[in-house]
């Protein structure tokens, strides 16, 4: 079992940064995915970014070039690093732990099952 704590986050202009943390208590990260999702306003949760087991990572299109997902493996952090933020980044970020694999389609939104979820930090971009 593991218990995902987010920090960070806020508001700020457009252009601005921002760092999200995540910190995993318990069981650790586990060895599959992990991965930061986002809810905007009147939107579906769509997958941001996310590292697999061997740390290769896929982006979100909309946020390649300008978020970053980094963690710490001894200390059991997932940091999202987003910098020259955009009215449209605005919404619920949220941390997630894979917990085991699907099926192989792709898409690593998909592709795992996500069943630990932080408690979501709100971001909020103004123009």
């Known amino acids: 079992q593991v218990e995902l704590v987010q920090s960070g986050g806020g508001s700020v202009q457009a252009g601005g940064s921002l760092r999200l943390s995540c910190v995993a208590i318990g069981s650790g990260f586990g060895s599959l995915a992990v991965a930061w999702f986002r809810q905007s306003p009147g939107k579906e949760r769509e997958g941001v970014a996310v590292?697999?087991?061997?740390?290769?990572?896929t982006y979100l299109d909309s946020v390649k070039g300008r978020f970053t997902i980094s963690r710490d493996r001894g200390h059991n952090n997932l940091y999202l690093e987003m910098a020259t933020l955009q009215p449209e980044d605005t919404g619920m970020y949220y941390c997630?732990?894979?917990?085991?694999?699907?099926?192989?389609?792709?898409?690593?939104?998909?592709?795992?099952?996500?069943?630990?979820w932080g408690q979501g930090t709100q971001v909020t971009v103004s123009s």
């Open positions: 590292i697999e087991s061997e740390d290769g990572t």
């Open positions: 997630a732990v894979a917990s085991r694999w699907i099926a192989s389609t792709g898409s690593p939104w998909v592709d795992y099952e996500y069943n630990y």
